[in-house]
């Protein structure tokens, strides 16, 4: 399975930008889509980004204009860059990343489809 490492949250005040980063790494074939979703404490986990591999983008009505998804796809590595952030952007920040794995299993070559997620960086934005 695809494993998934984020950095780069941290304390920021409001209006200030910050980058997150995600590492995928694993028996990768293809990685479909990388994005990001976030949940405060309490709260429902939101759907924040996402890129597909051929650079297509989506985004959650909350970041639209504001955030801005983007892969390096020669390192597996999906990044967010957040600018003009709010208190409101105050949660925790998960890499996703939907994949094509390989296998080789009795010498046979096997393809199928994976979901992962990250396991979080913290992004707290004050007023």
């Known amino acids: 399975q695809v494993q998934l490492v984020e950095s780069g949250g941290g304390l920021v005040q409001s209006g200030e930008s910050l980058i997150l980063s995600c590492s995928a790494s694993?028996?990768?074939?293809?990685?479909?889509?990388m994005g990001w979703s976030r949940q405060a404490p309490g709260k429902q986990r939101e759907f924040v980004a996402t890129?597909?591999?051929?650079?297509?983008?989506t985004y959650g009505d909350s970041v639209k204009g504001r955030f801005a998804v983007s892969r390096d796809n020669s390192n597996n590595r999906v990044y967010l860059q957040m600018n003009n952030l709010k208190p409101e952007d105050t949660a925790v920040y998960y890499c996703?990343?939907?994949?094509?794995?390989?296998?080789?299993?009795?010498?046979?070559?096997?393809?199928?489809?994976?979901?992962?997620w990250g396991r979080g960086t913290l992004v707290t934005v004050s007023s």
């Open positions: 890129m597909n591999s051929d650079g297509k983008t």
């Open positions: 996703y990343a939907h994949a094509t794995i390989r296998s080789d299993e009795g010498g046979r070559f096997k393809l199928r489809g994976s979901d992962s």
């Open positions: 694993g028996s990768i074939f293809n990685l479909n889509i």
